[in-house]
C-alpha cells in the first residue's frame, strides 16, 4: 500500500521529528511505501514561499492532489500547520473536502487552555474543524487526547502512544559530562522548545535551594512559531538570577548535541503547566534518565506504563526543591527510575508502533467500521 504522510518535514519542529521516524519504521515494511508531503509555515518559510490565508490555500490544494495518487492519507495535525484557532481561519475543512482517498488523523495537540470565553471559543473551533473529518480516523497520542477528540465529537478514535526512540549517537554519562565541562556537577535539564507551558519560572525560583554543585540546563531554544515574548522574558529573568552562572540555555540542538546533554544529564525535569503529550520525555526514557514531572494527566499515563516518572504538583517550588533534593542524595531511587525507563524502552518501539499504523490503514483500506479503543 502507499501512504501519503502529510506533516512538517526537516524543519526545528517535534513534529517533524516523529514523522522522520516513523517513515522510517514504515518503509521497512515490506508492504508500505510512503510518500511524504512537507506542510506547515516552517517548511513554506524554507522554501522562501510567501505566507498568508490565501497562499496556503493554494499550497493545500496542491497537496491534496499530490496526495489523492495515494492508497492513504495520513496527515499529521496540529492547528499551526492549518492556520492556528482563530474561527474560520484553519484550512483543515477546505483539506478534508479535496481528499478523495481514505484518511486517518495524527493529533498531536488538543488546546483548551486559556480564559473561560477564550477556552469556549477554542473547543467550538476544534469541534467544528474535527467534524470535517467525520469518516476518518483520528489516533490519539495517549488517552488524554483520544478522550478529548471522542468530547469534541470523532466517532472513530484509536490510541497508538509515541514510541521511544532509538539513540543514533549514543555517549556515556561521564564522557558526556568531560566533553561538556560539567564533571563533579549535579545536572539537571529540561529539554524541548522553551515555551510558557513548559513552566520554567518553577526551576529559577527552586534553584537558589539547591547546592552550589548543581547545574541546571535548558536545552533548547524558542519555538520558531511561538508569538508570545515569554523567550525573552524568561531570558531576563535567567540575566538577573543570582544563580545566573549556574544555568545555561542552549539554543536549538542537533540531534547529536541532544543526545549529549541528555547523556550527562544526572536528572531530567518537566515542571510542565499543561500538555497533551511530550516526545522530549520519550528522549530522555531513551537515555535511561530518571524523570522527575508535573502531575497531568497525560503524564500520568506515562508514569504508569513506564514506571520511570516521579510525578509531583506543577508550579509548587516548595514540592520541587524537596523532590529534587531527595533525588540528589537517594541514589537508589534515581537507578530505579533508570532500570524502569530502560525497560520501557525496550519494549515501546518505533517498529511496533509502526506496525500497528499499517494493521490501521489495511483496515481502512478495506473499509472496515473501527471502534473507538481508548487502550
Known amino acids: 500500500m502507499t501512504i501519503a504522510m502529510v506533516s512538517s ?12 521516524e516513523l ?8 508492504d508500505c511505501s510512503v510518500k511524504v508531503l512537507p506542510v506547515g509555515p516552517q517548511v513554506w518559510r524554507q522554501q522562501q514561499r510567501p505566507l498568508g490565508w490565501r497562499w496556503e490555500r493554494f499550497y493545500w490544494y496542491e497537496v491534496c ?19 492556528g484557532l482563530k474561527p474560520f481561519r484553519n484550512l483543515l475543512p477546505f483539506v478534508l473536502k479535496r481528499l478523495k482517498k481514505p484518511s486517518v488523523l495524527t493529533v498531536h495537540e488538543v488546546d483548551l487552555t486559556g480564559s ?18 467525520k469518516d476518518s480516523l483520528f489516533i490519539g497520542l495517549n488517552r488524554f487526547v483520544a478522550l478529548q477528540l471522542l468530547q469534541l465529537g470523532c466517532s472513530q478514535v484509536v490510541v497508538l502512544s509515541i514510541w521511544v526512540p532509538s539513540l543514533a549517537h549514543p555517549v556515556d554519562s561521564q564522557t558526556a559530562k568531560e566533553r561538556l565541562g560539567l564533571t563533579g556537577r549535579f545536572v ?42 515569554y523567550y525573552p522574558r524568561l531570558m531576563t529573568q535567567i540575566a538577573e538570577h543570582p544563580c545566573r552562572t549556574r544555568i545555561h540555555v542552549t539554543g536549538y540542538l542537533s540531534e547529536e548535541q541532544v543526545d549529549e546533554w541528555l547523556a550527562a544529564s544526572d536528572v531530567v525535569v518537566a515542571p510542565y503547566r499543561n500538555l497533551s503529550g511530550s516526545a522530549s520525555l520519550m528522549r530522555a526514557l531513551a537515555h535511561g534518565k530518571p524523570i522527575l514531572a508535573s502531575d497531568l494527566p497525560p503524564l500520568r499515563e506515562l508514569a504508569e506504563q513506564s514506571n520511570a516518572l516521579w510525578l509531583i504538583p506543577p508550579d509548587q517550588p516548595e514540592v520541587w526543591a524537596e523532590a529534587l533534593q531527595r533525588l540528589r542524595k537517594d541514589a537508589g531511587l534515581r537507578e530505579q527510575l533508570s532500570a524502569a525507563a530502560q525497560t520501557f524502552a525496550q519494549h515501546q518501539t518505533v517498529h511496533r508502533i509502526a506496525e500497528r499504523h499499517r494493521a490501521l490503514y489495511a483496515a481502512v483500506l478495506a473499509g472496515k467500521a473501527i471502534h473507538s479503543v481508548l487502550s
Open 116 to 133: 473561560l470565553f477564550l477556552r469556549f471559543v477554542k473547543r467550538w473551533e476544534q469541534k467544528r474543524l474535527l467534524a470535517a473529518g
Open 188 to 229: 539537571i535539564t529540561a529539554f524541548g522548545f522553551i515555551v510558557e507551558r513548559r513552566g520554567y519560572e518553577t526551576l529559577l525560583k527552586v534553584f537558589p535551594s539547591l547546592p552550589s554543585d548543581t547545574f541546571l540546563v535548558l536545552a533548547g531554544g524558542p519555538h520558531p512559531l511561538d508569538r508570545s515574548d
Open 65 to 83: 492532489q499530490a496526495a489523492n495518487e495515494a492508497d492513504v492519507v495520513h496527515i499529521q495535525f496540529t492547528p499551526a500547520f492549518f492556520g
Open 9 to 20: 518535514w526537516r524543519v526545528p519542529c517535534g513534529i517533524a521529528r516523529y514523522t522522520e
Open 23 to 30: 517513515v522510517a519504521a514504515l518503509q521497512s515494511l515490506s
